[in-house]
T-cell receptor, first 111, second 115 residues
């Protein structure tokens, strides 16, 4: 069955520290993978996407993600976190019509 | 640059009342979606419409109905609201085709409380 797992419900980092959010997927074919961010009271905004090719993809706001087929992972990273990055982050895998979302990781940033 | 517009933004209902959540997109997208978001459960698909004139059930369709009124609008109806339907509802749209490569675009949500 297709699924997306985000093992970390909450993560707290200090401002300026590096960040890695984990995402593991289960999908029968070549996955199309996405990371979205949700600020409080807002909808979801696309950070980045992976379809094929280079396994390291760059997104908005200084985020990047690395696709590792052997580990079925698509982890999101940022070298230096800003206070404005505090939000909830969702990983998703897309089929022809539907997405499957992970349960999200809530990021807290300490000043 | 409206994108996906949802109305209302907030609503409080009593158990048993009915309500329709409205969603409209101005990006000429073919596919539209309704999700609910509950703490710790991510986004769960209620219904989707791959193209105008078609609708299909998602993961949690019970207690809901949808109407794809035209290419722009996709409404979600609660016929007899229950407290378990208290949630934040998101509408999304995306272009059809390209086998899932197109990202979904989301509205800002409707926060629904059922007493």
């Amino acid at each position: 069955a297709q699924s997306v797992t985000q093992p970390d419900i909450h993560i707290t980092v200090s401002e300026g520290a590096s960040l890695e959010l984990r995402c593991n997927y289960s999908y029968g074919a070549t996955p199309y993978l996405f990371w979205y961010v949700q600020s409080p009271g807002q909808g979801l905004q696309l950070l980045l996407k992976y379809f094929s090719g280079d396994t390291l993809v760059q997104g908005i706001k200084g985020f990047e993600a690395e696709f590792k087929r052997s580990q079925s992972s698509f982890n999101l990273r940022k070298p230096s976190v800003h206070w404005s990055d505090a939000a909830e982050y969702f990983c998703a895998v897309a089929g022809t019509y539907k997405y499957i979302f992970g349960t999200g990781t809530r990021l807290k940033v300490l000043a | 640059n409206a994108g996906v517009t949802q109305t209302p933004k907030f609503q409080v209902l009593k158990t048993g009342q009915s309500m329709t959540l409205q969603c409209a997109q101005d990006m000429n997208h073919n596919s539209m979606y309704w999700y609910r978001q509950d703490p710790g459960m991510g986004l769960r698909l209620i219904y989707y419409s791959a193209s105008e004139g078609t609708t299909d059930k998602g993961e949690v369709p019970n207690g809901y109905n949808v109407s794809r009124l035209n290419k722009r609008e996709f409404s979600l109806r609660l016929e007899s609201a229950a407290p378990s339907q208290t949630s934040v509802y998101f509408c999304a749209s995306r272009p059809f085709g390209d086998r899932g490569r197109q990202p979904q675009h989301f509205g800002d949500g409707t926060r629904l409380s059922i007493l």
